[in-house]
Each structure stands twice: as structure tokens, then as C-alpha cells.
């Protein structure tokens, strides 16, 4: 861009040079960040004794699908900053549909006194990996019953007891709605009332829009203006008046 001498003032100039070293500040923390967040995910892995950490595409498992996602870890600590340990009864019981490689499972299995964790994973690998994970883990597990299943979620029967349900955008489309109102119809059936915990909540409008959910929290990855990848939502669902 061209820019005219004489138009250019003192401020002008000391703003140029604030705006350049403000560039080159944030393009020097860009690798500090990545660093700082690549040191973070390893010392987790360390700490839990566990591998999670990886990227899956559905193609590489022979499941690829339009309203099905890859498979991508939710952040550690995910239900540490969304889930308060006091709203957590010993008879909840936690689901994760999508549970891929065990990371939110063994969050929940470690730090809250569930009575029954459950994660449901599509694929056979990631399901046997997430085994691998909870038979080598380091943390000492609050819940005693830990169930890793193998089933499509449009198969599995969502029992009637579960009360927390955690989904890291795993599918949309019909199969987001399929899946959606299946919870609604056990909620129906034995009245309760179940929060959902949405990491990436992609499909947020297709869920207000049953009308039976309802926005009760907000945690964003960091300030300013949430944005819907790497923000977590959480949201009620209560049986009809």
C-alpha cells in the first residue's frame, strides 16, 4: 500500500511502529502458545499414563459418514472448568457418546464420585485403546464402575439413570437430531433431570430447537466473544410440565 509522506503524522508514525511491534509480539508468542499448549496435552498424557492425544479420521477406520465427525480429544480439563465437583451426586451417572480413546471418561472416573461412568465409541481400535488406557492409568479412579461400549449411538439404549451426558461434536445432521431425541424419550420415560455437556457445540441450533434444552452455562477457551470450536456449553434438560 501506498502511503503519502506528507499525510503522515508524529501519531501517526508512533502507531505504525506500536501496530509493527504488536505483529511481531504476537507472531513471536504464536510459537510460545503452541509450545505451552503441545507441553501441557504431554504432561497430561504423563500424569494419567494414557494416549489420547492423537487425530483419527473415520476414513482410516472404514466408518466415514457426512454427519459423522473425526475423531479429535476433547481438552483436558474440559469437565474440571464446566462441572463443579458439588453438583456431582454419588448416583449420577456420566455418559460420553463419542467416547473415542477415554480421555473424558477417565476425567470423569477420576475426578468426580460418579456412581457409573460409560463411554460408547463407534469404533472397535478406539474403544480398545480407550481399554488400554483405563487398564494403564496412574490415576486412582473415584468411580468403581467404568463401561466402555462398542455401539453406533443410534443403536445404544441411553439408560434410564444416566443423568450427565458429554459430547465432543461426534456427529450431526440426522444423526445428532436421531441421537437427541433419544435422550428426550428416556428423559420422558423416567423423569429426571440431565445435563448435556457440548465441547465444540456445532449443533447447538438443532438442539434448541427441540425446545427441551435450555443454556444454563458458558465456558470459552479464552476472552472475549466465545467462539463455538474449543468452547464448552452446558445445558439442562428437564422433563415436560
Same mark, same amino acid.
Given at each position: 500500500?501506498?502511503?503519502?509522506?506528507?499525510?503522515?503524522?508524529?501519531?501517526?508514525?508512533?502507531?505504525?511502529?506500536?501496530?509493527?511491534?504488536?505483529?511481531?509480539?504476537?507472531?513471536?508468542?504464536?510459537?510460545?502458545?503452541?509450545?505451552?499448549?503441545?507441553?501441557?496435552?504431554?504432561?497430561?498424557?504423563?500424569?494419567?499414563?494414557?494416549?489420547?492425544?492423537?487425530?483419527?479420521?473415520l476414513e482410516e477406520l472404514g466408518l466415514a459418514h457426512q454427519d459423522r465427525a473425526y475423531y479429535s480429544p476433547a481438552n483436558w480439563m474440559t469437565l474440571r472448568r464446566?462441572?463443579?465437583?458439588?453438583?456431582?451426586?454419588?448416583?449420577?451417572?456420566?455418559?460420553?457418546?463419542?467416547?473415542?480413546?477415554?480421555?473424558? !471418561?477417565?476425567?470423569?472416573?477420576?475426578?468426580? #464420585?460418579?456412581?457409573?461412568?460409560?463411554? +460408547? /465409541?463407534?469404533? =472397535?481400535? %478406539?474403544?480398545?485403546?480407550?481399554?488400554?488406557?483405563?487398564?494403564?492409568?496412574?490415576?486412582?479412579?473415584?468411580?468403581?464402575?467404568?463401561?466402555?461400549?462398542?455401539?453406533?449411538?443410534?443403536?445404544?439404549?441411553?439408560?434410564?439413570?444416566?443423568?450427565?451426558?458429554?459430547?465432543?461434536?461426534?456427529?450431526?445432521?440426522?444423526?445428532?437430531?436421531?441421537?437427541?431425541?433419544?435422550?428426550?424419550?428416556? !428423559?420422558?420415560?423416567?423423569?429426571?433431570?440431565? #445435563?448435556?455437556?457440548?465441547?465444540?457445540? +456445532? /449443533?447447538?441450533? =438443532?438442539? %434448541?430447537?427441540?425446545?427441551?434444552?435450555?443454556?444454563?452455562?458458558?465456558?470459552a477457551r479464552g476472552r472475549g466473544k466465545p467462539e463455538v470450536f474449543g468452547s464448552t456449553r452446558v445445558y439442562l434438560l428437564e422433563p415436560r410440565a
Amino acid at each position: 500500500m501506498t502511503v503519502l509522506l506528507e499525510a503522515v503524522t508524529v501519531v501517526d508514525i508512533a502507531s505504525e511502529c506500536a501496530g509493527a511491534e504488536s505483529v511481531g509480539l504476537l507472531a513471536a508468542r504464536r510459537p510460545l502458545t503452541w509450545l505451552r499448549q503441545t507441553a501441557a496435552k504431554l504432561l497430561f498424557e504423563w500424569r494419567y499414563g494414557v494416549h489420547t492425544s492423537e487425530f483419527v479420521h473415520l476414513e482410516e477406520l472404514g466408518l466415514a459418514h457426512q454427519d459423522r465427525a473425526y475423531y479429535s480429544p476433547a481438552n483436558w480439563m474440559t469437565l474440571r472448568r464446566t462441572l463443579p465437583r458439588r453438583e456431582v451426586a454419588p448416583d449420577d451417572v456420566f455418559l460420553d457418546l463419542g467416547s473415542g480413546m477415554g480421555r473424558m !471418561v477417565l476425567e470423569a472416573a477420576a475426578g468426580y #464420585r460418579f456412581r457409573t461412568v460409560i463411554g +460408547v /465409541e463407534l469404533s =472397535r481400535h %478406539l474403544n480398545e485403546i480407550a481399554r488400554a488406557n483405563l487398564k494403564s492409568t496412574r490415576v486412582r479412579l473415584r468411580c468403581g464402575d467404568v463401561r466402555l461400549v462398542t455401539s453406533d449411538a443410534l443403536d445404544y439404549a441411553i439408560p434410564d439413570e444416566v443423568n450427565t451426558v458429554f459430547m465432543n461434536n461426534p456427529f450431526g445432521g440426522e444423526v445428532f437430531s436421531r441421537v437427541i431425541d433419544n435422550l428426550i424419550e428416556s !428423559v420422558d420415560r423416567r423423569p429426571r433431570r440431565v #445435563r448435556l455437556i457440548y465441547f465444540n457445540p +456445532v /449443533e447447538e441450533a =438443532r438442539l %434448541l430447537a427441540t425446545g427441551r434444552f435450555r443454556l444454563v452455562r458458558t465456558v470459552a477457551r479464552g476472552r472475549g466473544k466465545p467462539e463455538v470450536f474449543g468452547s464448552t456449553r452446558v445445558y439442562l434438560l428437564e422433563p415436560r410440565a
